[in-house]
């Protein structure tokens, strides 16, 4: 979960930077002020949403054994486990492209491990809860 919330507020912060500073002053021709921030190659910006989406893909494998079941919640944590794989090497690839085809794999883990995800732990029977 902390990988998870490490993740969220890495790109949040990432995105709301890009849309509510960098783009307005961009369009107003002020791009150069902020030039340091612009989300391009070995940029600050680049460097921070790289690592949160290494926290994302490292925060699969320890949801993975929620998923250690049979049929699709078996897929689903094989997906998960192998979102997890590329972890290591997904902030590195943004400054290497030797690293990027290894990186690259996480295009094909997260949107097999998203919707196996969502639609099993939908259809998982939830324990009622019981008051004391």
């Known amino acids: 979960m902390v990988f998870a919330v490490l993740y969220a507020v890495m790109v ?17 021709g002020r791009g150069d002020e902020v030039a340091l921030l612009l989300f391009r190659p ?11 989406y290494a926290f994302m ?9 929620v998923f250690a079941g049979s049929g699709l919640s078996r897929w689903t ?6 979102n997890g794989l590329p972890a290591p090497v997904i902030a590195p690839a943004f400054l290497s492209s ?6 690259i794999l996480w295009i094909v883990t997260l949107p097999l491990s ?4 969502t639609f099993v732990s939908g259809s ?4 009622p809860v019981t008051g004391s």
């Not at 893909?57 to 054994?65: C, I």
């Not at 030797?98 to 990186?103: D, N, Y």
């Not at 998982?124 to 324990?127: E, Y």
């Open 57 to 65: 893909s490292l925060s699969t494998p320890f949801a993975a054994p």
């Open 98 to 103: 030797q690293l990027l085809a290894i990186g």
């Open 124 to 127: 998982m029977r939830r324990a």
């Open 12 to 28: 949040s912060i990432v995105y709301v930077v890009e849309l509510v500073v960098l783009v307005p002053l961009v369009f107003k």
């Open 42 to 52: 070995g940029s600050v910006m680049v460097a921070v949403d790289a690592l949160g």
């Open 77 to 82: 944590y094989r997906a998960l486990v192998a």
């Open 114 to 117: 998203a919707p196996l995800t």
